[in-house]
């Protein structure tokens, strides 16, 4: 199992960027595909962007492509999500995700405990 902490959330106005990080432990992280989901207040946890084990390949969803770029470091176990130009529909509590496998097709495996981005217009 992985273990993660998110870290790097807070308070911007609109226009704005953040950087979140996600420290993880665990030997199998540099095994994983990992990802970013948001949840905001009554809606469903939606996903962001996702990154093969390898760093080679990434997926975002459309509302942030050109926006939000999401990277990894295997030597130090991190994954970051580089946020740019930020919308206050970007306000939500955002997630890390360990995938069980090499890719985002493979199952969920370990979840962060969140941080929370809000963005004000």
């Known amino acids: 199992q992985v273990q993660l902490v998110e870290t790097g959330g807070g308070l911007v106005q609109t226009g704005g960027s953040l950087r979140l990080s996600c420290a993880a432990s665990?030997?199998?992280?540099?095994?994983?595909?990992m990802g970013w989901w948001r949840q905001a207040p009554g809606k469903e946890r939606e996903f962001v962007a996702a990154?093969?084990?390898?760093?080679?390949?990434?997926y975002n969803q459309d509302s942030v492509k050109g926006r939000f770029t999401i990277s990894r470091d295997n030597a130090k176990n991190t994954v970051t999500l580089q946020m740019d130009n930020l919308r206050p529909e970007d306000t939500a509590v955002y997630y890390c995700?360990?995938?069980?496998?090499?890719?985002?097709?493979?199952?969920?495996?370990?979840w962060g405990q969140g941080t929370q981005v809000t963005v004000s217009s």
């Open positions: 995700l360990a995938y069980s496998g090499r890719s985002w097709y493979s199952d969920f495996g370990s």
């Open positions: 990154i093969s084990w390898s760093g080679s390949s990434t």
């Open positions: 665990g030997r199998t992280f540099s095994d994983s595909a």
